[in-house]
Nanobody, 124 residues
Framework: QVQLVESGGGLVRAGGSLRLSCELSARTFSRYAMGWFRQAPGKEREFVSTISLKAGNTYYADSVKGRFTISRDNAKNTVYLQMNSLKPEDTAVYYC?????????????????WGQGTQVTVSL
């Protein structure tokens, strides 16, 4: 059974940085496109970023472009989200997701597996 475990969330002041990690419990991590989504209270889950199977392609939501960087280490079965210049509006639960043999994408329905989420809170 494939499991995703996120870590790295926390409380940070505006302008600060956090790095989220997500480890996938599968021997074939390189076969999964990976994505990050977030959900703020009272709002729908929204796309943040995605990375292709071999990290050749990345894509970001306009709201995080230039501030967030997605990367992956296939040897460690882990995808990362480096978040810089954080803003209070980045406050949300962040979820990683896996798309087997897929190309990733911006919609939640493309991903078969999801982590439990990690809270990111950005204060003024």
């Amino acid at each position: 059974q494939v499991q995703l475990v996120e870590s790295g969330g926390g409380l940070v002041r505006a302008g600060g940085s956090l790095r989220l990690s997500c480890e996938l419990s599968a021997r074939t991590f390189s076969r999964y496109a990976m994505g990050w989504f977030r959900q703020a209270p009272g709002k729908e889950r929204e796309f943040v970023s995605t990375i292709s199977l071999k990290a050749g392609n990345t894509y970001y939501a306009d709201s995080v472009k230039g501030r967030f960087t997605i990367s992956r280490d296939n040897a460690k079965n882990t995808v990362y989200l480096q978040m810089n210049s954080l803003k209070p509006e980045d406050t949300a639960v962040y979820y990683c997701a896996a798309d087997l043999y897929g190309t990733g994408g911006t919609t939640t329905s493309l991903y078969e597996y999801w982590g439990q989420g990690t809270q990111v809170t950005v204060s003024l």
